[in-house]
């Protein structure tokens, strides 16, 4: 089981539910370190002072800002103890809104909330009454010494919670838009749509696989035994289709084919 990182109570109206916050999520990613080729040793990095060149030890590291002109303002921990509180261990609800009022561009990370003994028959009021209406409360929470906002929303049993990124984090998207007024035709779009009705379907995470991972997986199970890999097949060469309607017609043979293989297997 893993550990929680924060404990609180989330504040319902006059309602105060105790609870405990797990992450929900942890990378996969294989992690590598940087190594001598020679004796595979470490390489370790120091921190090095680029005006007198000596090494820097941790306790004489302060945090300094760098404005755009090149100017450096060196804040000290007083210059940040009249700064709003980001420490507190309640979890307001300020608001309630449908679930797909929200941009999923906002989430940052998801969160496990587990109630304490005590507040376990109000985290399931929450839970069943957000289930009821379709709902998810907003709320504004202090993780990690930092304010954010927070989406809390029922799944399944449990109530979860996704932290939210502020406004002015969001990049402006209108550079990634094609410039001018881009027509297609209604024949495209209707094979377009034909494609998507075959590769449509309820969503099941267990159904994919990092194959990437996978396969480095075995590249490196391969080093560890000192043994070799046998070559990787030749992935076939695609033709090139200027035709949009003949590109989705065929995609849509291809999606047509792997349905019949799976459902033959």
């Not at 990049?171 to 990634?176: I, P, T």
């Given at each position: 089981?893993?550990?929680?990182?924060?404990?609180?109570?989330?504040?319902?109206?006059?309602?105060?539910?105790?609870?405990?916050?797990?992450?929900?999520?942890?990378?996969?990613?294989?992690?590598?370190?940087?190594?001598?080729?020679?004796?595979?040793?470490?390489?370790?990095?120091?921190?090095?002072?680029?005006?007198?060149?000596?090494e820097v030890?941790?306790?004489?590291?302060?945090?300094?800002?760098?404005?755009?002109?090149?100017?450096?303002?060196?804040?000290?921990?007083?210059?940040?103890?009249?700064?709003?509180?980001?420490?507190?261990?309640?979890?307001?609800?300020?608001?309630?809104?449908?679930?797909?009022?929200?941009?999923?561009?906002?989430?940052?990370?998801?969160?496990?909330?587990?109630?304490?003994?005590?507040?376990?028959k109000?985290?399931?009021?929450?839970?069943?009454?957000?289930?009821?209406?379709?709902?998810?409360?907003?709320?504004?929470?202090?993780?990690?010494?930092?304010?954010?906002l927070a989406?809390?929303?029922?799944?399944?049993?449990?109530?979860?919670?996704?932290?939210?990124?502020?406004?002015?984090?969001?990049?402006?998207?209108?550079?990634?838009?094609?410039?001018?007024?881009?027509?297609?035709?209604k024949?495209?779009?209707?094979?377009?749509?034909?494609?998507?009705?075959?590769?449509?379907?309820?969503?099941?995470?267990?159904?994919?696989?990092?194959?990437?991972?996978?396969?480095?997986?075995?590249?490196?199970?391969?080093?560890?035994?000192?043994?070799?890999?046998?070559?990787?097949?030749?992935?076939?060469q695609?033709?090139?289709?200027?035709?949009?309607?003949?590109?989705?017609?065929?995609?849509?043979?291809?999606?047509?084919?792997?349905?019949?293989?799976?459902?033959?297997?």
């Amino acid at each position: 089981m893993p550990r929680s990182i924060w404990k609180g109570a989330v504040s319902f109206g006059l309602v105060t539910i105790p609870v405990k916050v797990y992450g929900a999520t942890e990378e996969k990613d294989i992690s590598f370190r940087q190594v001598h080729r020679a004796d595979q040793g470490r390489i370790r990095y120091k921190r090095v002072c680029e005006v007198c060149g000596e090494e820097v030890p941790f306790a004489e590291i302060v945090k300094g800002y760098e404005s755009a002109d090149g100017r450096m303002a060196i804040l000290e921990p007083s210059d940040f103890a009249d700064l709003p509180a980001a420490d507190g261990k309640t979890v307001d609800v300020v608001q309630f809104v449908d679930v797909d009022d929200i941009d999923p561009t906002y989430f940052d990370r998801t969160y496990f909330l587990e109630a304490e003994k005590v507040g376990t028959k109000p985290y399931v009021l929450l839970r069943e009454a957000l289930a009821e209406t379709g709902k998810a409360a907003v709320v504004k929470v202090a993780l990690r010494s930092r304010e954010t906002l927070a989406l809390i929303r029922p799944v399944g049993d449990v109530l979860r919670m996704h932290t939210m990124l502020w406004p002015d984090e969001l990049r402006d998207s209108a550079f990634a838009a094609p410039e001018g007024e881009v027509k297609v035709s209604k024949a495209e779009v209707a094979m377009a749509r034909s494609f998507i009705d075959q590769l449509s379907g309820d969503f099941d995470p267990e159904a994919f696989a990092d194959d990437y991972r996978e396969a480095l997986e075995k590249v490196i199970e391969a080093k560890l035994e000192g043994v070799e890999l046998p070559a990787p097949e030749a992935a076939p060469q695609e033709a090139q289709v200027v035709d949009l309607v003949a590109a989705l017609r065929a995609s849509v043979e291809a999606a047509k084919k792997r349905r019949q293989e799976a459902a033959a297997s």
